[in-house]
């Protein structure tokens, strides 16, 4: 039995949120009240991503001098540039900006501002996309993203509209090679805060440590359960995670495997139900209805 990224890989499990507001943009608390609400429930670190904006005077909030050896930071910003099939701007985060990255130009259109902003070295993740309809057409052109947002909390809090399933595994099946992760996009105008994050293996608690691992895929997303390991023997999967309602793998289209039960601590499923897809993630579903996501695998990578 072969265990799988992050669960094989050197270094310790890091709680972290990778999107949220500040008064900086149209976020209610400051700054230094956001850093201190995570660092004081126990995250490890955090990105805030204030709306890069004219209206906002182009905000890349620098949050250098919050870290220690405990909790860390990066620096990124919730990038914008017109415009979409269904909305006049698209939205998505970028992760390990510089803070001299430019402002977008009255020319420069989603698609180019993603490329500069990896090219500047960033983690690029399609930003909650059922909350303005973003389009699997339109996702497609951002050829620069690393990752979409599975889950969204402040979207499906407020709008009903946190999961992002649809366009994940809709870019899966037309063959891009993207990771997922979720977020709280907290404002604290609700209770908006903590209900989504990721797990990362990251070999230290330290900005450029944890933006490699980002990039690598070395995570896992979580409104609440755990997921202790993805081991892969033959042509079964062994998932080991926190008690758990369900545990669900799912790959191309329709195509699934699955175990319910009670208080489900490790489940083994059967992949050759999903033999024609060539990708699978995993789904934990804790016995709160609450769920945590796997990466994506592709199956010639195994």
Known sequence: MTSLAPFSTVGRFLRGNIHTHTTRSDGLLTTEQVIATYRDAGYDFLAITDHFLADYEWPLVDTRAFRDDKFTTLLGAELHAPRTEMSDIWHFVAVGLP?????ATPDEDGPALARRARAAGAFVGIAHPAWYSLSLADAETLDAAHSVEIYNHGCQL????GDGAYLLDGMLDKGHRLTTYACDDAHFRSPDFGGGWIELKASANEPDAILEALKQGQF???????????????????????????????????????????????????????????WFRVIVMGEDGKRAWSNPVWKDTL
């Open 99 to 103: 803070l001299d990255f430019a402002p």
């Open 220 to 278: 896992y997303s979580t409104q609440g359960p755990r997921i202790d390991d993805i081991a892969i023997s033959g042509d079964s999967l062994t998932v080991a995670c926190s008690p758990a309602k369900g545990v669900l793998v799912v790959g191309q289209g329709y195509l699934m495997s699955f175990q319910f039960g009670t208080g489900l601590t490790r489940a083994t499923l059967p992949l050759e139900p999903l033999a024609k897809s060539p």
């Open 158 to 161: 407020m709008h009903d509209k």
